[in-house]
């Protein structure tokens, strides 16, 4: 059985800060990638970024590159989302995924979420 949880989030004004941080257990996900989406208030979900097993290739929405780090430590089974400079349409509940298949941005396995709510 596959469990993610996610942590860290929280509230926050524009301009600042928040580190989100994916634990994951019940298996490894060792030669996969791992990934964040979020949902919006009233919007679909959301691919925000991914990162391949050993890091070499991250990716990411054209709405947070420059802003949001995606990185991953195997050796904990944790993967991480720092995200900068936040705006308030940044709030959303975020999620964490994996295995995330690349290019079609879906997995198949969820956390519950964690939600981020950037105040203007």
């Known amino acids: 059985q596959v469990h993610l949880v996610e942590s860290g989030g929280g509230l926050v004004q524009a301009g600042g800060s928040l580190r989100l941080s994916c634990a994951a257990s019940?298996?490894?996900?060792?030669?996969?990638?791992m990934g964040w989406f979020r949902q919006a208030p009233g919007k679909e979900r959301e691919f925000v970024s991914a990162?391949?097993?050993?890091?070499?290739?991250?990716y990411y929405a054209d709405s947070v590159k420059g802003r949001f780090t995606i990185s991953r430590d195997n050796a904990k089974n944790t993967v991480y989302l720092q995200m900068n400079s936040l705006m308030p349409e940044d709030t959303a509940v975020y999620y964490c995924?994996?295995?995330?298949?690349?290019?079609?941005?879906?997995?198949?396995?969820w956390g519950n979420g964690t939600l981020v709510t950037v105040s203007s």
């Open positions: 995924a994996g295995p995330v298949r690349v290019g079609t941005w879906t997995a198949d396995y």
């Open positions: 019940g298996r490894t996900f060792s030669g996969y990638s």
């Open positions: 990162i391949t097993w050993r890091a070499y290739s991250a």
